[in-house]
């Protein structure tokens, strides 16, 4: 199905994932269960949980008993630093193009820097903690 506003896999991965160690930060979720939780590829999900650990937001810890927990305050970090984290600087969305081609203007007139700009305030003032409860169940703990 297609959707106008769409993130990347990545970046959606990051989200979820944040939010689910921010349910736990104490906790380290090996990659493995985080990928299975997600119905992603673990693969994939290493790549993005090693950006968000070069970008500080996560701990990791090889071995057998190695993961990924939280390495910052949940009620302090914002879903803006974590899809930045996974993706680069968030930009105003001109143009459909992704670059101004129409010479009298764009057919969707200010739209999309309006939504644009709504969604970079909407990630820049929700905080993980907000999302966490959410994700609470998203993977079961081995008992």
């Known amino acids: 199905m297609n959707s106008f506003l ?20 104490e906790r380290v979720f090996a990659n493995k269960e ?16 090693q950006r968000l650990t070069k970008a500080g937001l996560v701990h990791s810890r090889r071995g057998p008993k190695g993961g990924f927990s939280l390495a910052t ?5 914002s879903l803006l630093e974590v899809y930045e984290a996974a993706e680069g600087p968030m930009e105003i969305s001109h143009c459909l193009f992704g670059q101004p081609v129409c010479r009298n203007g764009c057919i969707m007139g200010g739209f999309l ?4 700009r ?8 929700t905080k993980l903690s907000e999302i966490s409860p959410i994700l609470k169940n998203q993977i079961r703990k081995d008992t």
């Open 6 to 25: 769409r993130i990347s896999e990545a970046a959606a991965l990051a989200l979820h994932t944040m939010g689910l160690l921010a349910t736990d930060p």
């Open 34 to 49: 985080l990928a299975a939780g997600f119905q992603a590829s673990e693969a994939h999900l290493a790549k993005v949980m």
């Open 73 to 77: 305050d949940p009620e302090r970090t």
């Open 113 to 116: 820097e309006g939504i644009s």
């Open 118 to 125: 709504q969604v970079i305030e909407y990630l820049k003032k």
